[in-house]
């Protein structure tokens, strides 16, 4: 069946054609359709308006087969994977019970403690229920307790230890000759994501890392196959779904090049396991978690993850309770049992624009990774991460700021009334992307550094032995949305909430988008707003703002309107005691001090009229 048979034939020229029109009546002039509507990513990468069957970058294989962009395995689904950092056996149970396939367990003395593990594990099958330990320097300890409870009652157990380093290495020698189930290694690329990084830095960092690991596993006297057996990725899963399904694809990809390099191309595939971002949540208005993290989650699904967790939509504020764990368990199992996301292998298969980008954001990852290999690895590159993630960080603060990077219920929509969630003291590793343990690492072979789509794979290296474990230091932990609540947290500390009155001028028609739009910018921060009316009398806006006991004031109207109007409303609010006069729109008027517009710097806006309101602390 051919479904485009009734309709005449087209191509990509005829479209631009069409294209080039529609923006010329709309006053946007370009020099091409893709020029005017790509859209750039972190990374520099354009993400084009259209795509068609030239943009397929190659064959990518199949499912479970080398390269492995379209899955590690050929089975459809994923591990639903929980954690927990408070020593709880009837939460775990409750989970358990409630959908959830493995446990992720955070131990130290701010988390479970090793001699809790018992206690938490009392009633779980280790041989059914999958056990990834996040333990730090409490790794080995950690991992001896699971060894002796599953010795206790005489089974296999499953999962990961969650190690690195020289203790990932006795860890991995032991698991490989003693528990064919586990793993024993973790390398956790959430730290470079939650320091603001971009997806090809979080790749290209995570990719020098693993090298690192197979370095020394195999220096210890394991085979290739062996020590890529012993490693499970784990990357952070975002709400923009394109970004992150193309990014474990584009992982699996990058995994099989350095397998093949080192003479193991059907070693599996790269285990991943895909956590909600931290980065993206919110403590405003955080039920809207629940939608970002629903979108993560399908993405890291569809993107090939063999195991998900999914953050409760409350974890910013807080221990998560009973109700957000059954939140984050059922999301998953939504997707997986009554949307069908499991039933099919690699359903983004063969899109163009999936298959072109996952091939760009390859390439982009594997020239990040080069660098950092060509400074010494991971470890001696350090300050070259460390700069190039701050300067990426930057970038986006500055689109967050200016509101072209949008925080639903934060920067934009905010709703200044809404009733906080309980407040919790947070344990010291409730948020999924705590910092690991890493590795220094030694001098990349050339062979490594090439490129994954080489038409020739180079002759295989033997990889050299790493050095001992150190912490992924320098990295701060960031969250979009912190400075805008910052700002709505002070404004919520004041005995009355601080004002701002919107000088709405003309009918309510004329002025009705502009008011919406102060209205919304101001809210972001906390702040109050009252609207004068309709009307155009400039005594009686003037009157309005007095009464309103307001001090700093936002003029909105139409550009006609202002025109007319404008200077001389902005004159009466300055004789009434306006200390700032704003304008909602573009233009210069006497008496208006500065304007606000789509694009501006909201967060500059804001300080600036907390500190015209004297609002400080």
Same mark, same amino acid.
């Given at each position: 069946?051919?479904?485009?048979?009734?309709?005449?034939?087209?191509? !990509?020229?005829?479209?631009?054609?069409?294209?080039?029109?529609?923006?010329?009546?709309?006053?946007?002039?370009?020099?091409?359709?893709?020029?005017?509507?790509?859209?750039?990513?972190?990374?520099?990468?354009?993400?084009?308006?259209?795509?068609?069957?030239?943009?397929?970058?190659?064959?990518?294989?199949?499912?479970?087969?080398?390269?492995?962009?379209?899955?590690?395995?050929?089975?459809?689904?994923?591990?639903?994977?929980?954690?927990?950092?408070?020593?709880?056996?009837?939460?775990?149970?409750?989970?358990?019970?409630?959908?959830?396939?493995?446990?992720?367990?955070?131990?130290?003395?701010?988390?479970?403690?090793?001699?809790?593990?018992? $206690?938490?594990?009392?009633?779980v099958y280790l041989d059914l229920a999958p056990v990834v330990l996040e333990a730090g320097a409490s790794a080995?300890?950690?991992?001896?307790?699971?060894?002796?409870?599953?010795?206790?009652?005489?089974? %296999?157990?499953?999962?990961?230890?969650?190690?690195?380093?020289?203790?990932?290495?006795?860890?991995?020698?032991?698991?490989?000759?003693?528990?064919?189930?586990?793993?024993?290694? *973790?390398?956790?690329?959430?730290?470079?994501?939650?320091?603001?990084?971009?997806?090809?830095?979080?790749?290209?960092?995570?990719?020098?890392?693993?090298?690192?690991?197979?370095?020394? /596993?195999?220096? %210890?006297?394991?085979?290739?196959?062996?020590?890529?057996?012993?490693?499970?990725? !784990?990357?952070?899963? #975002? %709400?923009?779904?394109?970004?992150?399904?193309?990014?474990?694809?584009?992982?699996?990809?990058?995994?099989?090049?350095?397998?093949?390099?080192?003479?193991?191309?059907?070693?599996?595939?790269?285990?991943?396991?895909?956590?909600?971002?931290?980065?993206?949540? *919110?403590?405003?208005?955080?039920?809207?978690?629940?939608?970002?993290?629903? =979108?993560?989650?399908?993405?890291?699904?569809?993107?090939?993850?063999?195991?998900?967790?999914?953050?409760?939509?409350?974890?910013?504020?807080?221990?998560?309770?009973?109700?957000?764990?059954?939140?984050?368990?059922? #999301?998953?199992? /939504?997707?997986?049992?009554?949307?069908?996301?499991?039933?099919?292998?690699?359903?983004a298969g063969g899109s163009w624009y999936v298959e072109r980008r996952t091939a760009e954001l390859a390439e982009?990852?594997?020239?990040?990774?080069?660098?950092?290999?060509?400074?010494?690895?991971?470890?001696?590159?350090?300050? =070259?991460?460390?700069?190039?993630?701050?300067? *990426?960080?930057?970038?986006?603060?500055?689109?967050?700021?200016?509101?072209?990077?949008?925080?639903?219920?934060?920067?934009?929509?905010?709703?200044?009334?809404? @009733?906080?969630?309980?407040?919790?003291?947070?344990?010291?590793?409730?948020?999924?992307?705590?910092?690991?343990?890493?590795?220094?690492?030694?001098?990349?072979?050339?062979?490594?550094?090439?490129?994954p789509a080489s038409a020739a794979p180079p002759p295989a290296a033997e990889p050299a032995a790493g050095a001992? %474990?150190?912490?992924?230091?320098?990295?701060?932990?960031?969250?979009?949305?912190?400075?805008?609540?910052?700002?709505?947290?002070?404004?919520?500390?004041?005995?009355? !909430?601080?004002?701002?009155?919107?000088?709405?001028?003309?009918?309510?028609?004329?002025?009705?988008?502009?008011?919406?739009?102060?209205?919304?910018?101001?809210?972001?921060?906390?702040?109050?707003?009252?609207?004068?009316?309709?009307?155009?009398?400039?005594?009686?806006?003037? @009157?309005?703002?007095?009464?309103?006991?307001?001090?700093?004031?936002?003029?909105?109207?139409?550009?006609? =309107?202002?025109?007319?109007?404008?200077?001389?409303?902005?004159?009466?609010?300055?004789?009434?005691?306006?200390?700032?006069?704003?304008?909602?729109?573009?233009?210069?008027?006497?008496?208006?001090?500065?304007?606000?517009?789509?694009?501006?710097?909201?967060?500059?806006?804001?300080? $600036?009229?907390?500190?015209?309101?004297?609002?400080?602390?």
């Open positions: 069946m051919e479904l485009a048979a009734g309709f005449a034939p087209t191509t !990509r020229d005829d479209w631009r054609a069409l294209a080039v029109e529609v923006l010329r009546k709309s006053g946007i002039e370009a020099g091409s359709p893709e020029e005017a509507l790509g859209v750039a990513t972190y990374d520099g990468l354009t993400v084009a308006p259209l795509y068609d069957l030239d943009d397929l970058p190659g064959d990518p294989g199949l499912p479970g087969a080398p390269p492995y962009v379209r899955g590690s395995r050929a089975v459809s689904g994923w591990d639903v994977r929980q954690r927990h950092a408070v020593a709880d056996p009837e939460a775990v149970l409750a989970d358990l019970e409630n959908g959830v396939t493995s446990l992720w367990l955070v131990v130290g003395d701010d988390a479970i403690p090793v001699g809790a593990l018992e $206690t938490v594990l009392k009633d080995r300890e950690a991992a001896e307790a699971l060894f002796g409870l599953a010795a206790a009652r005489g089974v %296999a157990p499953r999962g990961n230890l969650g190690a690195s380093g020289a203790v990932g290495v006795e860890l991995a020698l032991r698991c490989a000759a003693e528990f064919p189930g586990l793993r024993a290694v *973790t390398v956790d690329a959430t730290p470079f994501h939650d320091a603001g990084g971009s997806d090809a830095e979080e790749l290209g960092c995570s990719l020098a890392r693993g090298v690192a690991e197979v370095r020394a /596993l195999t220096g %210890a006297g394991l085979s290739v196959e062996q020590a890529l057996g012993q490693i499970e990725f !784990r990357y952070a899963a #975002t %709400a923009d779904q394109f970004a992150t399904i193309c990014k474990l694809r584009a992982a699996r990809r990058m995994w099989a090049r350095v397998a093949e390099v080192c003479g193991a191309a059907a070693h599996g595939g790269q285990r991943q396991h895909a956590v909600t971002s931290a980065a993206m949540m *919110t403590a405003r208005d955080p039920w809207v978690n629940m939608l970002r993290t629903t =979108l993560a989650c399908f993405a890291a699904g569809v993107g090939g993850a063999e195991a998900v967790t999914v953050r409760p939509f409350d974890a910013c504020l807080g221990l998560p309770d009973a109700f957000s764990r059954r939140i984050a368990r059922n #999301t998953q199992s /939504l997707l997986l049992e009554e949307a069908g996301v499991g039933r099919v292998v690699d359903p982009r990852a594997w020239a990040w990774f080069q660098e950092i290999e060509a400074a010494g690895g991971a470890d001696a590159a350090a300050g =070259l991460v460390s700069e190039r993630i701050a300067a *990426t960080r930057a970038r986006r603060a500055e689109d967050i700021a200016h509101r072209r990077f949008p925080i639903t219920g934060v920067s934009e929509f905010p709703d200044i009334n809404e @009733t906080p969630l309980r407040r919790t003291a947070p344990a010291g590793n409730v948020g999924a992307g705590t910092p690991p343990t890493g590795e220094p690492s030694a001098p990349v072979p050339d062979a490594v550094a090439q490129p001992g %474990a150190s912490p992924v230091g320098g990295l701060p932990k960031v969250r979009y949305a912190e400075e805008f609540e910052a700002l709505r947290d002070l404004a919520d500390a004041q005995p009355e !909430r601080p004002k701002v009155f919107l000088a709405t001028i003309g009918p309510v028609a004329a002025h009705t988008a502009r008011a919406s739009f102060a209205a919304n910018l101001f809210q972001s921060g906390g702040l109050a707003t009252e609207t004068a009316g309709p009307g155009a009398d400039p005594e009686q806006i003037a @009157t309005a703002f007095a009464v309103s006991g307001a001090r700093v004031a936002c003029l909105c109207s139409s550009d006609k =309107l202002y025109a007319q109007h404008a200077a001389a409303v902005a004159t009466a609010l300055r004789r009434a005691g306006a200390k700032r006069v704003w304008l909602a729109g573009k233009g210069e008027y006497d008496g208006v001090d500065a304007t606000l517009h789509a694009g501006c710097d909201a967060l500059h806006v804001l300080r $600036t009229t907390f500190d015209d309101l004297e609002v400080t602390r």
